[in-house]
C-alpha cells in the first residue's frame, strides 16, 4: 500500500476543577480503559466536559483492510469507562471536530465517495447533549471543505488551518495538502475564509489558540520527505497580522496529536519514522511553551502511535486509539499523560 493514514491533530483544554479516579505520576504515562467494540484510528477526540471525552468516526479494522466508521462513543473519566452515542450523520475519518460549550461541531472531513477514495465534504453538523441528536449546520464555502484540519477554539469561534481533500486509499495513494484558513462562528452559524492562507500548505499538523494567537504545528505534505518541522503563529486580534515562523519542532512529523493546557502545547507521536524498528512510528512526546518559544523533550509515549487524537482535561491528557503502523494498525489503547508541570 503506497497511501498514508495519519492523524488528525486537534486540541482543546478544560481549566475546571475536578480530579481523575485513575492516579497518574508527573511526567508518566497510565493506561485507562479501552475503547470497547473496536479498535480505531483517524477518530477525533474532544471533551464534552470536565468529565466526558467524545471520539468520533475514523477507520476501523476490516478484514485485512479497514473501513470507515459513523461511530461515536463517550468516555467517562471519573469511573474510566466508555459508552455509546448517536452515530455520525454518515461514516467519516479525518473528521474536523471541536467541542464548544459543551456541544460538538463536526464541520466537515473526509468520507468514502463512489469511487473509494476518501474525499471531502463540506457538509457539517452540530451534536448537542441535551438533544443526543446531531443537526445540520452550515457547510463548509465552496472551495474550502477538507478534513484533517489544525484546529483551535477562541471562544464560539473555530478556527481551522490546512488539512487535505483526497486520500485516495484505493492504489497510488495520491493525497494533497492545503493552504485554506477558515473560521466557524458557533453564536452565528457563519463561515469565513481567512486572507491569510497557510505559508506551507499541510494537513496532520497540530494546532491549537492559545491566548488571541493560533498556532500549527509540523503535519505532513505529499512529496518527498513529507514531513514539516515548522511552527506558525496568527495573531488573530489584528486582521492584517500575517502568519509568523517560530522555533522549529525539534522532530518533523505528521500524523501528530496535539493538546493545549494552559501556554504549553503538547505534541504526540506521528507517521513517517525512518528509524529501524520504529514501524514508521513517532514515540516523541515534545512540548512547546508559547510564552517562551521553546521546546522541551519529555518521556516517549507508552505506546507509539499515530492517526490518534488528543485532548486536554484538568491537566491532564487523554489519547485513545490510533495506528502502530506506518499507514494502519488501529488498536483500542487508550493512554493518559500526565505532565505535571
Ligand atoms: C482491545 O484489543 C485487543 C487486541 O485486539 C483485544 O484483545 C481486546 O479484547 C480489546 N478490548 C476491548 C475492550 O475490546
Ligand atoms: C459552489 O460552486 C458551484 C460550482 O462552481 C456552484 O454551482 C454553486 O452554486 C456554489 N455554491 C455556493 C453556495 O456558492
Ligand atoms: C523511540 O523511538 C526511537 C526510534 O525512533 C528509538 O530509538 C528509541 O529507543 C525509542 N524510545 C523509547 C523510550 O522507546
Known sequence: MHFTVVALALSSSFGLAAGSCVPCRDGNWQQLA?????SRQEHTTVALS??????????VPDGNFISTT??????????NTWSSAPSL??????????????RV???????????????????????DPKDNAWTSISPMPNGTARGSAAMGVRGTSIYLAGGMTTLDVTGGGYQD???TVSVYDTTKGTWRTLSQHLPEGRDHAGGAVVGSTFYVLGGRY??????????????LDDHRATWQSLARMPTARGGVSAATIGTKIYIFGGEGNKAEGSDGVFNETEVFDTASGTWEELRPMRLPRHGTSAVAVNGRIYIPGGGIYEHAGPVNTTDMFCPGH
Open 34 to 38: 479501552p475503547i470497547p467494540v473496536s
Open 222 to 235: 505529499f512529496g518527498s520527505g513529507g514531513n514539516r518541522d515548522t511552527v506558525l503563529s496568527l495573531q
Open 70 to 79: 459513523d461511530i461515536m462513543q463517550l468516555y467517562d473519566i471519573p469511573s
Open 105 to 127: 461541531y463536526l464541520l466537515g472531513g473526509l468520507a468514502v465517495a463512489p469511487d473509494g477514495a476518501w474525499r471531502a465534504i463540506a457538509s457539517s453538523w452540530v451534536y
Open 50 to 59: 470536565a468529565e466526558t471525552l467524545a471520539i468520533l468516526g475514523g477507520v
Open 89 to 102: 450523520p454518515l461514516p467519516m475519518n479525518h473528521a474536523n471536530v471541536a467541542a464548544v460549550g459543551g
Open 177 to 179: 495538502s492545503v493552504t
